[in-house]
């Protein structure tokens, strides 16, 4: 199908509310009455210097087709380079045939009724550095060939993905990531540590990973925020933790952690909030301390006796009448950094409770509503 003729013929409910003519308009004219065609963003091509819709913005239109699919509509947009669909009536699976829209850069479908596997088709969109396919119902494994698509923004969460999280998981360049409010299951992968010089924020939360933290999470020297709360982590709290020197929020609530907090992770100069509530902690020290008071630690509902809001002994004793350890105990004490940026508070305003800054990976946890 020709762009210049490009129309939505299974699209009834698109005709209606972007007021679509019966008959062939071109794209000259969509750009020129933007007034008329709304979300569609034009510009001319280097090749041939033709005047082609570059990007849809159609984020939060509710359209509410019987049934409204993305077949015969994005993969027809040869020149596109931004698609963006958030919060409307899609169903059906992503077509394959997007994998043919190679100048295709941002691609948002999130928020809709998308079903099936992980869209193979997006593996071969290779140019993308922005994804986002969040609160859909995708099922199945996630293919580990997701972690090598060189991109900035990865949200996956609010899905229905299942299995271990790709050994790969560290291969990925991007600096967002959530794949919060699925069914992973097992460890986190060791390989995150190679993600060190891009992630800044990684959602893990609300799933059901289990094992223990493993140490190279300390190698994140970039990362402000870490979320695995409320999955089945246990263990203790690695000391390599320490040398997250960029780190604000720390959060690994409600899991099945033990053991003393380490002291070099309370004295991270960046640190706004650390969550450790709901877990089996029996120790924190002096730095830690002064955290709670300035309330910036919460370690409530764990088992240190003179601290208050902690579970009951009945509680504490049942759980290490059991016996917990973790396959490599010795990484735990390796400290991979000279902490030269925790052993001193370098500024005066430092671990001072703070209104949360915006982040963009905990935004994406929010469903748009219309």
Known sequence: ????CLYFYSLFDLKRALKWPARSKTCNKICRDSSTYKGFICDTTIQDKKLRVAGVNFNGYNFDGKPLKLQSFIEDLKDLIIFHVNSNGFTGVVPFRISMVPSLYELDLSNNKLIGEFPKAILAATNLTFLDVRFNHLIGNLPPQ??????????????????????NLGKTPSLYLSLANNKFIGPIPKSIGQASNTLLEVLLLNNQLSGCLPYEIGLLKKTTIFDASINHLTGPIPHSFGCLENLKILNVSYNELYGAVPETLCKLSNLRELTLKFNYFTQVGPECRKLIKKEVLDISMNCILDLPSQKSPEECAAFFSKHHSCPD????????????????????AAHEHHPRAHSPSYAALHQHRP
């Open 329 to 348: 105990q010795k990484s735990l004490n390796y400290v991979p950094c000279k902490n030269q940026y925790s052993t001193s508070l370098k500024k005066s």
């Open 1 to 4: 199908m020709e762009l210049e």
């Open 146 to 167: 997701v972690f090598t698509l060189d991109l900035d923004v990865l949200y996956l969460n609010n899905n229905e993905f299942v299995g271990n999280i790709p050994e």
